[in-house]
């Protein structure tokens, strides 16, 4: 079998289990060199598309924001505002003392669980309550939209 059979064979082998490994012989070296090679070309490619896409996000969120709108559909894919809220610590021992008085002592030990408090507050947000006044300087919030898309 040639390099390139070799190429095309593992190719097609993306469709199912990887073959039983044979003794082998040069051809299977020589495959191995050309698929490193192309794996690393296609990587080098998804580099490139990575930061046209973080410029393409980035005008994008501003013709969201223009328009006034939360999706469209363009291509066959659906393109959406995603909206995080995230919360950030802005005095530590400020809003440990805050958490532990609105009691919710579970995201203090020893340190401030971020991520979980970040959920907590995004299910407030869902359920329209607000934050505790206890948070005031203590906790802040961070609103991020992000732009995903999915194929419709």
């Given at each position: 079998?040639?390099?390139?059979?070799?190429?095309?064979?593992?190719?097609?082998?993306?469709?199912?289990?990887?073959?039983?490994?044979?003794?082998?012989?040069?051809?299977?070296?020589?495959?191995?060199?050309?698929?490193?090679?192309?794996?690393?070309?296609?990587?080098?490619?998804?580099?490139?598309?990575d930061q046209k896409l973080k410029t393409a996000h980035a005008a994008a969120l501003l013709w969201f924001e223009a328009h006034g709108i939360q999706s469209t559909t363009v291509e066959g894919y659906t393109v959406f505002l995603k909206r995080e809220l995230w919360a950030k610590v802005?005095?530590?021992?400020?809003?440990?003392?805050?958490?532990?008085?609105?009691?919710?002592?579970?995201?203090?030990?020893?340190?401030?669980?971020?991520?979980?408090?970040?959920?907590?507050?995004?299910?407030?947000?869902?359920?329209?309550?607000?934050?505790?006044?206890?948070?005031?300087?203590?906790?802040?919030?961070?609103?991020?939209?992000?732009?995903?898309?999915?194929?419709?």
């Open positions: 079998m040639t390099a390139a059979e070799h190429a095309a064979q593992a190719d097609s082998d993306m469709q199912g289990p990887p073959p039983a490994p044979s003794d082998g012989d040069i051809e299977d070296v020589r495959a191995v060199a050309l698929l490193t090679a192309e794996k690393r070309d296609l990587e080098a490619r998804v580099e490139v598309i802005i005095d530590p021992a400020a809003a440990m003392a805050a958490l532990k008085t609105v009691g919710w002592d579970e995201y203090v030990s020893p340190h401030i669980n971020s991520q979980s408090l970040s959920a907590r507050i995004r299910e407030l947000d869902r359920d329209n309550v607000p934050l505790p006044l206890e948070f005031e300087g203590a906790i802040g919030v961070s609103e991020i939209y992000k732009i995903n898309a999915r194929k419709k």
